[in-house]
C-alpha cells in the first residue's frame, strides 16, 4: 500500500503571510493525488485534485492554489492566508487500481 | 446528484455491536467505502466493498449494501472503547473522479 507524508504537522501563521504546505507519496506511480479540507473535525471539502504532473482541477474559488511538479508531490500554497483558511488540511492519493484512496496524517493550520 | 447522508450521532455500550448507516443518491457508483478518523488523525480506509456486492466482512466488521434502496451499513462486531472515532461513508463513480464523502458518523462507545 502506499504512504503518504505530509509536512509540516502543525503550523500557526498570521493573517497575511504565505503558506505552503507540502505533501509526497511513496509506494505508487502516477497516483490521482487530492487536498481536502476538514473544519471542526467534521466534513472534508474537497479542495483540488490532479491525474498527472501539471494537471489541477480546483473545486472551490478561493485564495488557495496547488501544484504538482512531479509525480508523487502536490503543494497547497496560497500568498496571503485568512482567518477562515484555519482547518486541517490532508493529502490523499488514489492508487494504481483507482480503487483505493489514502490518506496522510494532515496539517493543522491556525491562522491568527 | 452526489449526495452522501450520515446520522451525525451513535453511542453504544462495549461489547455491543454498532451499526452506522448511509445512503447515497447515484446508482452509477461502482465503489463504496468506510473510513475510520481518530481524534487528530488523517482517514483510515477501513473497507471497501464492489456495487455488485451485497456484503463484504472482515474480521470484526461487515459491510452490507442494498443498491435498490441505496443504503451501505457498516457493523462493528464486540465495539471496544478504541472503536471511538468518526466514520466516513464515501462513493466513487469512476478511478479519475474525486470520492464523495459524506459528514461522517461520530461513534462514542461506552464502558
Known amino acids: 500500500s502506499q504512504t503518504i507524508h505530509q509536512w509540516p504537522a502543525t503550523l500557526v501563521q498570521p493573517v497575511g503571510s504565505p503558506l505552503s504546505l507540502e505533501c509526497t507519496v511513496e509506494g505508487t506511480s502516477n497516483p490521482n493525488l487530492y487536498w481536502y479540507r476538514q473544519a471542526a473535525g467534521r466534513g472534508l471539502q474537497l479542495l483540488f485534485y490532479s491525474v498527472g504532473i501539471g494537471q489541477i482541477s480546483s473545486e472551490v474559488p478561493q485564495n488557495l492554489s496547488a501544484s504538482r511538479p512531479q509525480d508523487r508531490q502536490f503543494i497547497l500554497s496560497s500568498k496571503k492566508l485568512l482567518l477562515s483558511d484555519s482547518g486541517f488540511y490532508l493529502c490523499a492519493s488514489q492508487g494504481d487500481r483507482g480503487r483505493e484512496q489514502y490518506f496522510g496524517p494532515g496539517t493543522r493550520l491556525t491562522v491568527t | 446528484g452526489e449526495d452522501v447522508e450520515q446520522s451525525l450521532f451513535l453511542s453504544v455500550r462495549e461489547g455491543d455491536s454498532s451499526v452506522i448507516n448511509c445512503t447515497y443518491t447515484d446508482s452509477s457508483s461502482t465503489y463504496l467505502y468506510w473510513y475510520k478518523q481518530e481524534p487528530g488523525a488523517g482517514l483510515q480506509l477501513l473497507t471497501y466493498?464492489?456495487?455488485?456486492?451485497d456484503m463484504k466482512q472482515d474480521q470484526r466488521l461487515t459491510v452490507l449494501l442494498n443498491k435498490k434502496d441505496k443504503h451501505l451499513s457498516l457493523r462493528i462486531a464486540d465495539t471496544q472503547t478504541g472503536d471511538s472515532a468518526i466514520y466516513f461513508c464515501a462513493e466513487i463513480y469512476s478511478g479519475n473522479t474525486p470520492l464523495v464523502f459524506g459528514k461522517g458518523t461520530r461513534l462514542s462507545v461506552i464502558a
Open positions: 466493498i464492489f456495487s455488485n456486492m
